[in-house]
């Protein structure tokens, strides 16, 4: 048989279940603690969440910017350059249309079927056309200066 001092105090029944009930609550949240860690795919979600929202405001930011440097540029700019470049935007516009307009006239249907499918191509594959050209830029330009 065991002594206990006299000075200790024996827990009653309802102190050990509340202390096991303690117990159990903080290993609990250890190990949902110890989960959410290991949790990589939720981790790397979270991460990509924050990072799409400061691209978010990072690009309100910019585009505030880009609008009052756009405005501050037409407010300098004199009213015949202005409507001298309303004028070429439009002859632009024009000269694009017909051109269309002619290749839709003119050009086979198997070219416009084939130029179409590489256009769609290049849209779908936009970042490796991107990387190649600024390979090939990078390339030349290290040519260049040699």
Same mark, same amino acid.
Not at 1 to 16: F, G, I, K, N, V
Not at 100 to 115: D, F, H, I, N, V
């Given at each position: 048989?065991?002594?206990?001092?006299?000075?200790?105090?024996? +827990?009653? +029944?309802?102190? @050990?279940r509340d202390r096991i009930e303690h117990t159990r609550r903080e290993l609990g949240d250890t190990v949902q603690a110890l989960a959410d860690k290991t949790? /990589?795919? #939720?981790?790397?979600?979270? $991460?990509?969440?924050?990072? &799409?929202?400061? *691209? /978010? /405001?990072?690009a309100g930011e910019l585009k505030g910017q880009a609008a009052k440097a756009t405005s501050q540029i037409q407010n300098k700019l +004199?009213? +015949? /350059?202005?409507? &001298?470049?309303?004028?070429? !935007?439009?002859?632009?516009?024009?000269? *694009? !249309?017909? #051109?269309? =307009?002619?290749?839709?006239? $003119? #050009?086979? !249907?198997? @070219?416009?079927? =084939?130029? *179409?499918?590489? *256009?769609? @191509?290049a849209r779908e594959h936009r970042t490796l056309l991107l990387a190649a050209a600024a390979g090939v830029t990078l390339l030349w330009l290290a040519r260049c200066k040699s």
């Open positions: 048989m065991t002594h206990t001092p006299a000075d200790q105090h024996t +827990p009653t +029944p309802a102190e @050990l949790d /990589v795919k #939720a981790r790397t979600q979270q $991460k990509a969440g924050a990072l &799409k929202r400061q *691209a /978010v /405001v990072k +004199p009213d +015949p /350059v202005k409507k &001298k470049a309303a004028l070429a !935007a439009g002859q632009a516009r024009t000269a *694009a !249309a017909q #051109a269309g =307009r002619t290749w839709e006239e $003119k #050009a086979p !249907a198997s @070219l416009q079927q =084939r130029t *179409a499918q590489s *256009a769609q @191509l």
